[in-house]
């Protein structure tokens, strides 16, 4: 296996990596699933759907846990939160704030930031929109 770098939370509810290896990245292009061993491209939609059907993760039919995590232990019942729980592993932040240059994985931290920083008016609308979709 190659590296991963161990997640830490940060001030924002964001992560950020601490620089200590834990475990499985092989190149920005891939990852190593830590259960099959398999090569999953970089996407977020193959992580996702890797981590619902990888078929080396052993689930029992009344498991409350659909989502595996790839490349620890983490498990999940619900897509956006084993989404949001990956990017702790890419290291992607997809969640903009229109009014500065911050990032953020999830968007409840764009929400934490937009509220402390005072920065609500278009990122309050966008919050609102996704978060409807998010839930589905």
């Avoid at 830490?8 to 990245?25: E, H, I, L, M, N």
């Avoid at 989502?67 to 932040?93: A, E, L, P």
Wanted: charged share 25%; glycine share 8%.
């Amino acid at each position: 296996f190659g590296n991963w770098q161990q997640m830490v939370g940060d001030q924002t509810g964001d992560d950020v990596f601490s620089g200590q290896d834990t475990g499985a990245q092989n190149s920005q292009d891939s990852y190593i699933c830590i259960h099959c061993n398999e090569f999953i491209p970089s996407d977020e939609e193959w992580l996702l759907e890797h981590c619902q059907f990888c078929s080396s993760v052993g689930r029992s039919v009344d498991s409350w846990s659909k989502f595996s995590c790839f490349g620890c232990s983490f498990t999940s019942d619900k897509k956006y939160v084993m989404q949001n729980h990956i990017r702790k592993h890419t290291g992607k932040k997809p969640h903009k704030c229109g009014e500065c240059d911050y990032s953020a994985k999830s968007l409840e931290a764009l929400y934490y930031h937009t509220k402390t920083k005072g920065h609500q008016s278009q990122n309050k609308m966008k919050w609102a929109r996704k978060n409807r979709n998010m839930m589905n």
